[in-house]
């Protein structure tokens, strides 16, 4: 039987060491039950094992920072005695195998996270990776992920205000669908996932359990392959509307200081939040598994332990509060069930009526082995790096420009965003595609909100340490181009299997891109989520993702009316770049899509000036000098000038060689993709203040042109390409509504 059992701990993710130090850990034979608990909290999902000691150098203090890392999601002061709780996690996994519900639950669980602190969810923003998009298996995930979000987002009443989409050939059988979200709350409220003092109850409310979901943890734990279908009893079905009653309830629970505890079952279910709560405590408990509610019948203690079933809270209650609790769940028609007690002790206990399945430390499950490795770059990656394949020569400006405009991860995804209801609330202040990032107001006060989610997959398989770093400027250079000040960052760090040192070098460097740059820009990371294993098999190929070190960023507007744009208002605004356009062409999208060139070294961030550009542009904002500006990313100066002429129809005129560094290309002065710039358009009657303002700041900038017309000219030396807007629009907005059709 012995032999067995340890035969049987690889079903449930444990290596034969790791089933050995459980044995060393219990100090006897475990049971079925203790080896499927523990390879489930083993998990990369929820331990952490391959990406803990990496994730513990990262910056995560400040004095904004409420609640870092730790607990449900990350919570940053914004004043007037509010903080935001803010988180983002993957459902990567599951979408893959099961598009609509896999993104919708996704959806769910980080709703969860957010509203066990405390906070009601405001706003949701998804950042989404998939491979070529006219590719069969692309035309059908990409509709299928859209209808989950808006399905599941738009039934909470929680609006999806914003994302990032980009396509590359590695994303193909390995989709990623990373989900952020943010809610408000006053600052008392702050709510821990903890069982709190010995005596108090464990309470289970929400859906009944089923078997749906079984062994997602280690699912998404586990490389995925071409038989992958076979796992969809690993993807939870959801259900929103279930989600809004649980949400209500809680968030009343809450405010009337009714709970000890709170926690989302989350990954791995029972299983995590039970034994979380009690780690964060330094308390034992005793769980009776014949008191949760199942919706379907014969469910082992296993299956009942490990399935992810949706719309599920763990509340810890003092008995005192039994009643009062149990009347505000009655009125939200919730099913509830006292499934526990905490205990003196550290054991994790779990019964099954009068019958002892599992007796656990509970420091042990809770402390997944870590694994550190010497990471070794890819020979290949660094070649491509390192030897930088020429580009040819630039033939006509305009089919460059209007070919990058479609090109899918430039091209508008109007044909997503109007899918969501990005309204709800009323709270959105700035639209999908309207601006840079996100903007919400916080009724009451004066104050707003941004939100952004970014990172560029052809820079971090390139240089995963720049591309890193890369991804941290833009994302903050997303919210300063609203007027909003930064504040903290939520990472979904997405890779293939740690466990090869190529792999394993890739998360070395982008972490430490990450902190650098974290540091530098003020943006402590609160919180976020590893997802490991994201790679297939193609016969005897193995095909990882690129290093998707993917960004969420938050940040702060005093006065939300003093916001900007990236639409020119009108004629006679004078255009001025911050920043210095250098002829920096590898790994960007004009490489990619007009020539299938990846190589070379992406663009190098200077993150003092990054810094500097950013502070002047919010300064300038928020003293109503200026309502109109646009970071320079993807496709370069062309294309950040050809988006600001579509919003509301008005042209412009520029001098793309305006700030260009001597020596710098046609195509670097249109196409590069030189970091920490941005355009902002000053209205004539303060043109003199802001030129004096940025002398004064030592950041560099230039004089463009003027908006005007109906058409995008463009020159540099004595050339010049017009075209019109309408025909720039046609272009950017006609790729992605036929494969949503």
Not at 435 to 463: E, F, M
Not at 571 to 582: E, N
Request: with cysteine; charged share 20%; aromatic share 4%.
């Amino acid at each position: 039987m012995t032999n067995d059992l340890a035969s049987r701990a690889s079903e449930f993710g444990l290596t034969p060491n790791e089933y050995a130090l459980l044995v060393e850990g219990v100090g006897r034979t475990p049971t079925l039950l203790e080896i499927a608990v523990t390879g489930a909290l083993w998990s990369e999902h929820c331990g952490y094992k391959n990406s803990r000691p990496l994730l513990r150098t990262l910056p995560s203090e400040g004095p904004q920072v409420l609640q870092g890392p730790g607990e449900n999601a990350g919570v940053v002061d914004i004043g007037h005695g509010l903080g935001l709780a803010f988180k983002m996690e993957s459902h990567n996994h599951p979408s893959a195998v099961e598009p609509v519900q896999g993104a919708a639950t996704g959806v769910g669980g980080i709703l969860r996270d957010i509203f066990a602190m405390g906070a009601r969810p405001i706003a949701v923003l998804d950042a989404l990776r998939f491979g070529p998009l006219h590719h069969p298996r692309t035309r059908f995930l990409l509709p299928g992920v859209v209808d989950g979000i808006a399905g599941y987002g738009n039934a909470v009443g929680v609006p999806t205000v914003g994302g990032d989409l980009q396509f590359h050939d590695a994303y193909l059988e390995n989709p990623l669908v990373n989900v952020m979200a943010l809610g408000v709350m006053p600052v008392e409220r702050l709510q821990s996932g903890t069982v709190g003092d010995v005596g108090n109850e464990l309470l289970y409310v929400g859906s009944p359990t089923g078997r749906d979901g079984l062994g997602g943890a280690v699912f998404a734990s586990a490389d995925l392959s071409t038989a992958s279908s076979e796992d969809r009893p690993a993807v939870q079905v959801g259900d929103p509307f279930l989600e809004k009653l649980v949400l209500e309830a809680t968030l009343e629970l809450i405010e009337r200081d009714l709970v000890d505890g709170v926690q989302d079952m989350g990954a791995a279910g029972l299983t995590s939040s039970v034994a979380e709560m009690a780690y964060r405590a330094g308390r034992g408990v005793h769980l009776d598994v014949a008191r949760v509610p199942r919706r379907e019948s014969g469910m082992t203690p296993i299956e009942i332990m490990l399935s992810e079933s949706q719309e599920r809270m763990m509340f810890s209650v003092h008995p005192s509060q039994r009643d009062a609790v149990l009347e505000v769940l009655a009125r939200y028609e919730l099913e509830a069930a006292w499934v526990g007690q905490v205990i003196e002790g550290d054991r994790f206990q779990i019964y099954e009526g009068e019958t002892l399945h599992a007796d656990l430390p509970v420091a042990l499950v809770n402390e997944a082995p870590t694994y550190t490795r010497e990471g070794i770059e890819s020979p290949a990656i660094r070649t491509a790096r390192e030897t930088a394949q020429p580009l040819p020569p630039l033939g006509d400006p305009v089919t460059a420009l209007t070919t990058l405009l479609a090109a899918p991860g430039i091209a508008s995804t109007r044909a997503i965003w109007e899918r969501y209801d990005h309204d709800v609330r009323t709270d959105t202040v700035v639209a999908p595609g309207a601006a840079d990032a996100a903007v919400l107001r916080i009724k009451g006060t004066p104050l707003g909100v941004a939100a952004t989610v970014d990172q560029n997959p052809r820079y971090c398989r390139l240089d995963p340490f720049e591309g890193a770093r890369l991804a941290v400027a833009e994302a903050a250079r997303n919210l300063s181009c609203v007027g909003a000040t930064p504040l903290g960052v939520t990472d979904n760090l997405n890779f293939g299997n740690p466990e090869r040192l190529e792999v394993y070098y890739e998360m070395q460097q982008a972490v430490a891109g990450l902190r650098e740059a974290c540091l530098a820009l003020d943006t402590p990371i609160t919180g976020g989520n590893v997802s490991l294993y994201n790679e297939w098999r193609d016969g005897d190929a193995t095909i990882a993702i690129p290093p998707t070190p993917t960004v969420g960023m938050v940040g702060k507007l005093e006065d939300v009316r003093r916001h900007a744009t990236l639409g020119l208002k009108g004629a006679g605004d004078q255009l001025l770049l911050l920043g210095w356009t250098r002829d920096e062409l590898s790994g960007s999208a004009y490489a990619a899509h007009l020539h299938g060139n990846e190589t070379g070294t992406p663009p190098r961030c200077d993150l003092d000036l990054e810094a500097r550009v950013q502070r002047a542009t919010r300064e300038l904002i928020a003293d109503g000098l200026v309502e109109t500006a646009h970071d320079c990313s993807d496709g370069g100066l062309a294309i950040t000038l050809a988006e600001m002429t579509l919003p509301h129809g008005v042209g412009l005129a520029a001098n793309v060689a305006a700030g260009a560094e001597e020596g710098c290309s046609l195509e670097g002065m249109l196409f590069g993709e030189s970091a920490g710039r941005i355009v902002i358009a000053v209205p004539a009657r303060h043109e003199a203040t802001v030129a004096a303002r940025l002398d004064a700041s030592d950041v560099p900038w230039h004089v463009l042109g003027r908006s005007g017309g109906s058409d995008l000219v463009l020159r540099w030396n004595d050339a010049r390409i017009r075209i019109p807007v309408e025909t720039l629009r046609t272009a950017h907005e006609g790729t992605l509504p036929e494969v949503l059709a």
